[in-house]
Every structure is written in C-alpha cells, then in structure tokens.
C-alpha cells in the first residue's frame, strides 16, 4: 500500500493516515467550515497566524542617483517619464504625510475628548452629591423638630387630661384596598380603631369599659353642628339617625356605637379588620349604624366615651372628607357605539356582491341563450365565400356525437 | 374534437364539484341543527333584546344546507345527462339557495356584533332585567344564575358592575346585599364559603372575574360556525357555479 502511494520519487502520504473524502466548498460559511474542521483534527499544533504585512512607507530618497545629466543638457525623450516618477512619488509623499498629520490629530482629540467626559460627569456627580446631602440634613431637622414636638405636645396632653374634648392625633382612614366593597354607594369600611385611645390617662373608666363610638357627619354643616353640642350631657341620642340627613334643618350628623375598647388591643390581630359604616341597613333606632345618604361627602371621627356619665372623654381627629360613589343610571348605557368587527364587514362586502355577480352572469347566460335561439347556431362561423343560398354543412364532432350515433351516454 | 374534451373535462369538474357541495351542504345542515339546539343555554341573552338573529341564521342555515345536499345530487345528474333545460333549472335552484344562504350568514354575524361588540348591551340588559319580575327578567335571572356558577364569574366586566350603577336588583335588595349572592364563592355542598368576605367584596370570597368574555366567546363561536363556514361553502359554490354557467353555454 505505501509503495503505491509513492509515485515518481514525489513524497506520498505518511503511511497510517486515511485519505479524506474531497469536498468542494460551495459557500463561504462551508469553506469557513472545512478549515476549521482541519484545524481541530489535530488541536494540540499551533495554528500559523500570518504576521500582519508592513505599513506602507514613503520610499527613501536613493543615496546615489546614477546618470545624472548635465545641468545645460536638453530634454530627451526619457526625461519626462522620469519626472513623471518623480512626481508621483512626490504626490504619494505629500499624501502620506497629510494622512498621517489627520490621524494624529483625531488621536489627540480623542484623547482631549474623554478627558472632557470625566470633567464633565464629575461635575454632575458632585451637584447631585450636595443635592443629596442637603436632602439628608433636612430630613435630619424635621425628625429632630418631631421628635420635640412630640414631647411638647405629650407634656400638654398630660396637663390637658383633667379637660374633656382631649385629641388624639390621629386620622381615621378606609381600609387599605383588599376588597371590592370598601367604598360604595352608602356604605364605607374603615381602618378599626385599634390602640387608639390605649396611650391616654386619667380616664373615669378602665379600658374594659369605656365604649369606642363614631360620630359620621356629612359636609361641614354636620362638623359644625356636631363640635358646638359636643359638651352637652346627651349628646349620644341628640340626634337620631332616622331624622340625621332628611332636610336642610337636620343635624346631619349620627353617632353609632362601635365597641368597647379592650376589643381593639394594641396588638395585630390576624384577618382583614374593618369597621363598616352602613352594615345596619336602613334602621330606625336612635344610634343605629344605618346607611349613609347616595354620594354624600361624610367625614368621621371616633370617640370614647363613658357609658356611666354618658360623656365624650376623649376623640381623634377628623378624618378627610370621603365621598361616597354615585351610581349611574343604568339606562344610561349607550348601547348605540357597538363597533363592526372587521369579519362583518368582509363577508357582507364579498357574499354581496359575488351574489350579484352571480345573478348577472346568469342573466346574461339567459340573453345569449335567447338570441342564439333566434338566430340558429351561431358557433359554426359561415364560410366567408358563400352566399346566402347554399346550404351549410355542419361536420361530424363528438359534440353531435349523439345526433349521429345511437351510442347513448 | 377539442371542443368535445373541454365539455367533458367541465362535466367531471362539475360532477366532483357537486358531490362536495352535496357533502358540504349535509355538514352545514348538521352544523346548523347544533347552533340551534345547543344555543338555548344563552337564548335569553339575545331574545330578550330582540336580535336573536344568530339563531334564525342556523333556522335558515338547516335548510339551506339540506337544499344545497339535494339540488346538489340534482346537479349530478343534469351534468351527466347533458341536457340543458336540467342544468338551466339547477342553476336557477342553486342561486335561490345561494341568496338564502347569504342573507343567514349576513344576518348571523351582524347581528353578533350588535349583541356583544362591546360590553354594553350584556350589562344594560343584566342591569336591568336580573331579579325583575317580568318574565324576559325571569329567563335572564336564570340564564345569568347559571352563566355565573358554571363559569364563576360575577357581573359584567367585573362586580363593580353592580356598584357603579343602579339596577333593579340594588332597588329590590337594597343596600344590604351589593351583588347577588350568586357571585360568591361556595363549598362544594353549594354553601357560601364565605359570607363576610363576600360581602365585602373581597377576592377569598367573591368570584371577580367579569362574564362577558364568557358571553362574547360563545356566541361568537355559534356566529363563526355559521357564518364563517357559510362563507366558504358559499365561495366555493360560487366558483362552482361560474363553471357550471360555462358548461351550459357549451352544451
């Protein structure tokens, strides 16, 4: 086998290696792919890396210029295709030398650019660092004014507490959305008034007793009205919720009972807690928690009350008006703005008017079905050369086939 | 001679062509008989607003689509014979069928996107007729009952549907109950799962899905199986025809 492989003293093969099929690369990406599989046959040898060919330079005036002419010869016919050289070369200087003068300068400027870049972000970051400062120590004083405040007003607080109408800061709130029906219509579900009068001291009752009452008031009629009889003894019944929001003379205002205070401790408790405002339904006793008027901007406040003395003890504040939703009519629903889908449109469009069509081809298959009647057979053109007289000649075709043959298909 | 073969190629096509309208014509025949039975879950939604026309659009599609089957076979046979007074009269019959069978496929689709092109018309006629006393509101309280356990689902586009507007229901049961009590969740023995938290409206207890995708997409799907598949036998009848015209004028 090696001996047949050596042909004409030319060096064949190293014996052991198997010939590979030839395979002519027919793209560019197949070609790619034949010399890549070359080269991973055998991985451990080093790929040739051709060295990158040398940058072009201006050739170098010649040391010796051989046959110089005399100063005062005349031009002989060489002498223009040596200038000619002569100036390309010149040219080709010239040139190389502008090149590189644009390339260096696109380097510096480069290099003057990114230097302009840093300046330019430090500057940025070094505002937004004192921005942010300057946000910091704000918010470092008004924690620090808080934080006396709140030491101010609980010295008042404590100084206060002998007085009925003490405050709580706090704002009563509808509960976080967790479900659909936290504000409708006529009813709202407020945030439970856990620990919010637990802080206070020096009440008449302990916390098994005092009550925890809301007080709902639509508009600013009904805060008024409510603040100017806060201090009077019967408060709680003054005015009843059937008679709260019938006219412009009402009080518009009611207060409802919602708990005793230990039923809303301090600590979480577990489940959605709410307290909703409306839960009675339309109800006909005095403190009932019945529903609120369509669309009314109430505001609500709880209070503590004792149920010994009948009296305001203490309340929060009032919360932000809320607003109740009004429901539309539903008859006003436009039932008019249905839109046409895009598939109505095709098939009315395409089934009209290939009915049409239809209907008129047939038409006109019946009108040339009449005339041709009238007129015989109209297919078999007359020859042109005869006259009227002469008799016609209609050929043997398969078409007549059935005149002729008595072959019924 | 040519002339001959070129009939004889037009009386094949034709020959093929009306076995499968006949087949065709059986299908939509079944089709048309589903649409109209099984569409008497959701009647109500459309009869009581008066564009039932889906439905008559099936009515119409059955017999049509029986038509079709025989005047079909009919073609055949007139085709075989050769004879031109049987392929006048066929042409004739099927482009009365033709027209009959435009107009259902017309009436169905439009009359699906005047019902449920957008939410409006499902939530007026909820709104208006669910827990009414008539008897239009009677099949629309049953029709939704059902529509909400089967699909769980509550109102139209969603419960707010029952909060954001007045209805006869919030006029009946009043602020005590927001929505009907169908919208809530329940256990497997058809108790409420939840009364509380479906009161409150909220989503451990109260489906919050909204029913009219439910809606749209059955009534669409009877309104594409009629018209949209009408459609198409109605174009290939077309083709079908143009040939048979040429066959007539040939013979």
């Known amino acids: 086998m090696a001996a047949t492989k050596e042909k004409d003293g030319r060096p064949g093969k190293p014996a052991g290696k198997e010939s590979q099929p030839l395979i002519i690369a027919k793209t560019p990406a197949e070609e790619q792919r034949l010399k890549l599989e070359r080269l991973m046959r055998n991985p451990d040898k080093p790929v040739p890396v051709p060295e990158r060919p040398k940058e072009w330079n201006p050739r170098a005036p010649p040391e010796f210029v051989r046959d110089v002419m005399g100063s005062s010869a005349g031009a002989g016919s060489g002498e223009f295709h040596v200038y000619r050289h002569l ?19 696109l380097d510096l400027d480069y290099l003057e650019k990114v230097k302009e870049n840093q300046i330019a972000a430090e500057e940025r970051t070094a505002k937004r660092k004192k921005k942010r400062e300057k946000l910091k120590q704000k918010k470092l004083m008004v924690k620090k004014a808080k934080l006396e405040s709140k030491t101010a007003e609980a010295i008042v607080l404590c100084v206060w507490l002998g007085v009925s109408n003490a405050e709580v800061p706090i704002t009563p709130e509808i509960v976080s959305s967790v479900a659909i029906g936290i504000l409708t219509s006529t009813t709202i579900m407020l945030k439970q008034p856990r620990c919010y009068f637990d802080r206070l001291e020096g009440l008449p009752c302990s916390s098994q007793q005092c009550e925890v009452w809301l007080v709902v008031s639509r508009g600013n009629v009904g805060v008024q009205t409510f603040e100017e009889e806060e201090t009077s003894d019967d408060i709680l019944s003054k005015s009843p919720y059937p008679y709260a929001f019938q006219d412009s003379t009402s009080p518009n205002f009611f207060i409802t009972k919602v708990g005793l205070q230990n039923t809303f401790p301090c600590i979480e408790l577990p489940g959605i807690r709410y307290f909703q405002v409306g839960a009675d339904g339309r109800c006909d006793t005095t403190n009932c928690n019945g529903v609120l008027p369509t669309g009314a901007t109430v505001r609500v406040k709880y209070i503590l009350v004792d149920p010994n003395k009948q009296r305001i003890e203490s309340g929060t504040r009032w919360s932000e008006p809320i607003t109740l939703l009004t429901p539309s009519a539903s008859s006003s629903i436009d039932v008019s703005t249905w839109k046409r889908s895009g598939a109505m449109v095709v098939i009315t469009v395409i089934l009209s008017c ?29 020859p042109p050369a005869l006259s009227q007289g002469i008799r016609r000649y209609n050929t043997h075709s398969l078409d007549n086939s059935e005149h002729y043959s008595n072959v019924r298909i | 001679m040519a002339d001959g073969e070129g009939t004889m190629a037009l009386m094949i096509v034709l020959v093929i062509g009306n076995v499968f309208t006949a087949m065709l014509g059986v299908a939509l025949f079944a089709v048309a008989i589903w649409v109209a039975v099984d569409a008497y879950d959701l009647y109500p939604i459309a009869g009581v607003s008066g564009k039932d026309d889906i439905f008559a659009g099936s009515w119409i599609a059955i017999f049509t689509g029986f038509a079709f089957f025989c005047t079909a076979i009919y073609g055949i046979f007139a085709a075989l014979r050769k004879s031109r007074g049987q392929m006048l009269l066929y042409l004739v019959l099927m482009l009365i069928i033709y027209i009959f069978e435009c107009a259902s496929c017309i009436t169905a689709v439009t009359h699906r996107d005047y019902l449920v092109g957008n939410s409006n018309l499902v939530k007026k006629q909820m709104l208006k007729y669910y827990a009414d006393d008539s008897y239009a509101g009677g099949q629309i309280t049953k029709t939704w009952n059902r529509v909400m356990e089967d699909v769980q689902c509550c109102g139209t ?40 938290a479906c009161k409150i409206g909220h989503t451990s207890g109260i489906f919050t899905k909204g029913c009219f995708e439910h809606i749209e997409s059955v009534l669409s799907r009877y309104t594409w199986a009629i018209s949209w598949y009408g459609f198409s036998i109605l174009m290939f009848v077309f083709f079908l025809l143009l040939i048979a015209m040429v066959y007539y004028m040939k013979l």
């Open chain 1, 87 to 105: 100036r390309r070369r010149e040219y080709q200087r010239q040139d190389f030398l502008d090149r590189m003068t644009d390339k260096q300068k």
């Open chain 1, 354 to 382: 290939s009915m049409a069509v239809l209907i008129l081809m047939l038409v006109l298959v019946l009108m040339q079905n009449c005339s041709s009647f009238t007129q015989g057979q109209p297919d078999i053109p007359a």
């Open chain 2, 157 to 196: 586009d969603s419960p707010m549907d029952w909060i954001a507007y007045t209805s006869t229901f919030s006029e009946k049961f009043g602020p005590t109950y927001q929505w009907p009590l169908r919208c809530c969740k329940r256990n497997s023995n058809f108790e409420v799962a939840n009364p509380e």
